[in-house]
């Protein structure tokens, strides 16, 4: 049995998840054993997913089955663990994590099933996690579909939720030469340890995750980064990002059956949630962090949206 597994969600989405899989063991070779978790897919959807396990000699596990005795699986190095419903991002993950746990794994890649590797990656994370015994997750640069990178993120607050989106055309030009300043910084240093990482892949050390708890099942999709960084933070751990090594993500292809409003407001319940559970905001902070995403949503960003449209157009003419 090797040291990490790589947990992969799925749902609905077999194909993706299986090219995710192959991609990710074809790169890491013999790096990680994995745990794919069907997050409750529609029955049609679900039997690809089990054909291919079968045709590819996986272990498959139905919830409410009897667990494999521990570490059992010495020579199974694919596990398929099939959910009865979706239970979201956290919940879903947390059937993975907490097998990983009672089979003896050390760390967990948790990994979104629109990732692709282009280079090994892991062991340079590992790296990082055995050099400091505070760190409890490390996750590497991640390039979005347009090219740009995706996170680090620093630590939200009323200017950033509210004040920033309201104020967004004064702003803009200050946050503009920061978030330059910032990625220069980052550019520099090989490993920086930010408030947060992009969760669409991350290497987590499961004693710590054992320890808070694992994620918090209360949302179902979204804020599970910052939350998992105040849990990690509450017993003085952190989170750690090299910037060296890269995935490529196709943000937002896992999530697109639900639509644009139905994201928004999955969203913005679960950063409500994270606002008011883990940084103690009343109501009147909620109201402004509520406020200013309505904001953003209809109006702030059709109007961004139409000012590149036409700066587009008046390009081509």
Known sequence: MKEIVTIILNWNKPEMTIKTFENIQEIEKNKTDFIIIDNGSEVSEKEKLINYAKKNNWRILNEGDEILEKNENKNVEVILYNLNKNYGYAKGNNFGLKLADFLGYKYAVVANNDVILEEAVMEKLLHVILSNEDICVVGPRVIGPNGKRQGPFSRPNVFSEFLYPIFYFFIYPFHKLFTILYEKK????????????????????????????FFDESTFLYAEEPILSEKLKLIGKKTAYRNDVYVKHLHGVSTIEYGEKKRFLLQLN???????????????????????????FFILNPIKKSIKNTLKYLKRR
């Open 270 to 296: 679960s950063d409500l949630y994270y606002f008011k559970e883990y940084r103690k905001y009343g109501k009147i902070r909620l109201f402004l962090v509520k406020m200013g995403r309505y904001y953003s």
């Open 186 to 213: 980052i550019s520099k240093n090989e490993v920086v340890y930010p408030y947060r990482l992009m969760g669409c892949f991350m290497l987590i050390k499961l004693d710590c995750m054992k320890e808070i708890g």
